[in-house]
């Protein structure tokens, strides 16, 4: 049986390393998100693309006064561009924003979630008072009767949410919320296996007490 070289074996490795060198040298370093791109695109859209401006479901700032619609101002920038990507998907099929989302760049996506995750957020306020305390109760404790985990747990104690893994939900609108639970729950959102769970096991009356709560959540 022929050995082979110790030298040989190095040269090799040597050639091996400099080849995979030479070829990560060639490809192009990706561009940083432009918060001026971004701004430009959320407050006035693009209209030779029929894309529409962001504001005017969002609000300035990504501060949506529209109960139905989502608050985005300072939503961490990793989250809002995996969403953006997930409406493109069946995992998070919209009727009014995936066409949108499949008509941006995904550099655009970039540009645009890094503008919001620097837009101050105005507060929100539970409508409520019969239910502060079921939704505090949910939000610090979760059900456990149910095995519903407290959404502290993973959102943080006042809603500041954890970078990349968790969203932002403080002051959040009530409708939205709700909206949300209830499509994780029918599993016409797909881009949460964990939330899905979570909703599946809680009634409606839990999850408007809830969202009530993380309204007012600062």
């Known amino acids: 049986m022929n050995r082979i070289s110790v030298p040989f074996v190095k040269s090799l490795l040597v050639a091996t390393l400099a080849l ?10 990706a561009a940083k998100p432009d918060v001026a791109k971004g701004g430009t695109l959320f407050e006035s859209g693009d209209a030779a693309r029929g894309i529409p401006a962001c504001v005017a479901c969002h609000g300035a700032g990504g501060n949506s006064t529209i109960a139905a619609n989502p608050k985005l101002a300072a939503q961490f920038e990793a989250y809002t561009y995996k969403q953006l990507v997930d409406f ?11 066409p949108i989302a499949k008509q941006l760049s995904d550099q655009e996506k970039k540009d645009i979630a890094a503008y919001l995750a620097k837009q101050q957020p105005k507060p929100g306020a539970a409508h ?4 502060v305390e079921l939704g ?14 407290a959404c502290a747990s993973c959102h943080g104690p006042i809603g500041a949410g954890v970078p990349i893994q968790y969203p932002r939900l403080a002051g959040q609108n009530q409708d939205y919320s709700f909206a949300q639970l209830q499509a994780f729950k029918s599993g016409a959102r797909k881009n949460s296996p964990q939330m899905t769970t979570l909703a599946q096991r809680m009634s409606d009356e839990e999850m408007k007490a809830v969202v009530d709560y993380i309204a007012g959540l600062k």
């Open 20 to 29: 995979a060198g030479a070829a990560s040298a060639q490809q192009p370093a």
């Open 88 to 98: 493109t998907t069946p995992s998070r099929n919209n009727a009014i924003m995936s």
């Open 128 to 131: 409520d008072k019969n239910t």
């Open 136 to 149: 505090r109760n949910i939000y610090r404790g979760g059900i456990a009767a149910k095995g519903v985990a």
